[in-house]
């Protein structure tokens, strides 16, 4: 094909994509938040045999947009309040749709300056937002899962060498045993990571929790300088933040390592109105984030940082003869994987468009959210079962049958879409406020529909 042919394929083919994203932006708050069974029944006709010849490009995204309009869960929209997956500011599409179409790999500096660049702007930025020590150096992964695993492994590559065991050179077996401290309401990808790490639950010591899932700091175990503590700041279902002054205090005079895991909740920090929950995360040596939670960055971009550069890096390096170091950054440095696609161009785009006071208006509109809800449900009759921290409201009836036909009732009908979980044994009904672009007639639309099916 000439270069002209193919240039004029791509444009069309991004005019083509143009066109059903903006039909898909126009109507978006008409569509179902979750696809009908009807919808999703459409799904079956994508599952045909593998075809021989190829297929017009336009002909495959026609099919692909025709499916999509109709079977995705509408994210994008204002009233989807399940789990903590957030929405994505417009910022963000144009920045992704620019950088994929740059198609940049950031693992290294020679393969794209631009990434290089951008990412280390992003850490300064954020470790300037949230006030971490001025050393910290920031890796952008996938989520908070794999952050987390980055975090561990630092942790575990910093304590073994103090304890005098090179774990690089001579693995985790017959190394000195390293104890993980963690709350009995740890998010399960922590302890997957954990494990993934090598360390079996007869490393693990449970700390039990109160009602709000924050660990009890008179039951944490004598620490010492071979335990990792593992924190929270936001309970996936309460929102709670665990007291870091105190723990961390512990953890630094025994010189353990803390690690805070941050998904959704490190971002309170851009808001003085969480002052009470987020003191001394600082203290702590390593935390994960999501951006694609709490700052509605397009997915996927979660974050590791730590305090202890070097621990990060030589946890995760990696040598090869063809690879040429760059003479500033190689973001492939604080991460497991090699190749991926510059998250640092649309994490900027975000951050570059909101500021602090942006991100800070952000995070106290999703806060405000949460509370109208809970006051709103509180006053149809349901149980409210957290004090509203940050953005979680979990609710329940009288009993779980009836929480559940509530929910089953409400996920059916498509207006709003919330998740569930069990908390200290009651089925509940679990809300989060994570979209910027949930507002006031959203949260009223959706009360009118719990109390419609409360009543039911
Ligand atoms: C508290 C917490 N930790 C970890 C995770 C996992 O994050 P990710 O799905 O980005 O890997 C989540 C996801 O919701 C979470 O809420």
Redo the contacts with the bound molecule.
Sequence with gaps: MKQKDQLDLTKSLLEQAKNSAFSYLENTNDLPVFPGTDALALLDDLSKPFHTESIDPSVTLSELSQIGDKTIVNHGGSRYFG??NGGVLPIGIAARWIADTWDQNAALEVMSPLAAKLEEVCESWLVDLFNLPAKTKMGLV?????A?LCGIAAARHYLLSKLGWDINADGLMNSPRLRIIMGDQT?G??TKMVKLLGFGSNSIEIVPSDKQGRMLVNKIPTLDDHCIVIL?A???CTGSYDDFSSICELANNAQAWVHI?G???LWALASEKFTNLTKGIQLADSWSA?S??TLNTPY?C?AIFCKHPTSLVEALHQQGSYISAGDNRDSMSFTPDMSRRARGIDLWACLHHLGKKGIQQLVDRLHFGAIFMKEGLSSIGFHIENDVHFNQVIVRAESDAKTKHILHDVQKNGVVWCGSAMWKGHFVIRISICSWQTNDSDLTIALKEFERAFNS
């Design positions: 789990f903590v996938g989520g908070t899962s794999v987390t998010h990808t922590v929270q936001g309970n996936v895991d998904a959704f909740g999501d694609h939670k996927d979660g």
